[in-house]
C-alpha cells in the first residue's frame, strides 16, 4: 500500500510562488511516473504536470507552461511542483498522484493513476 501526503498549499497574492510537496511511503516510487492534478470547486480534476520515473521527461498542462515546474528525488521519495507567477485561476485543491505501470508514460486522465493523496488547497488572491 502506498500513501501521498501533499503540503505546501496556502493562501498567496497573484504573481506570488508557492512550492508543493508530495511525500510517498510505503513502498519506493521511483520505478513510477508521478504526477500532480487539481480540481477547482465546480469543476473536474485537471492534470497539471507529470514526471517519468527518472525525472528525464516531463509534461504540463497548456494553462501552466512556464510557470511551473515538476521535479522529483526519488532517494527521498519525494515530488514537487514549483509554482511561479501564480495566477487566480490556479486556485484549487492540489493532488499528488501515482502511476503504478511500469510503461515510462505521463498519462493525463485521471484514471491512469492509482493512489492518491488527500490534497492541499491552493488559494490565489487578486
Known amino acids: 500500500q502506498v500513501q501521498l501526503v501533499e503540503s505546501g498549499g496556502g493562501l498567496v497574492q497573484a504573481g506570488d510562488s508557492l512550492r508543493l510537496s508530495c511525500a510517498a511511503s510505503?513502498?519506493?516510487?521511483?520505478?513510477?511516473?508521478m504526477a500532480w492534478f487539481r480540481q477547482a470547486p465546480g469543476k473536474e480534476r485537471e492534470f497539471v504536470a507529470g514526471?517519468?520515473?527518472?525525472?528525464?521527461?516531463?509534461k504540463y498542462a497548456d494553462a501552466v507552461k512556464g510557470r511551473f515546474t515538476i521535479s522529483r528525488d526519488n532517494f527521498k521519495n519525494m515530488v514537487y511542483l514549483q509554482m511561479n507567477s501564480l495566477k487566480p485561476e490556479d486556485t484549487a485543491v492540489y493532488y499528488c498522484?501515482?502511476?503504478?505501470?511500469?510503461?515510462?508514460?505521463?498519462?493525463?486522465?485521471?484514471?491512469?493513476?492509482?493512489?492518491w493523496g488527500q490534497g492541499t488547497k491552493v488559494t490565489v488572491a487578486s
Open positions: 498522484a501515482l502511476r503504478l505501470n511500469l510503461i515510462s508514460a505521463i498519462p493525463m486522465w485521471p484514471h491512469e493513476y492509482e493512489y
Open positions: 510505503g513502498r519506493s516510487v521511483s520505478p513510477y511516473s
Open positions: 514526471v517519468t520515473e527518472n525525472g528525464g521527461r516531463t
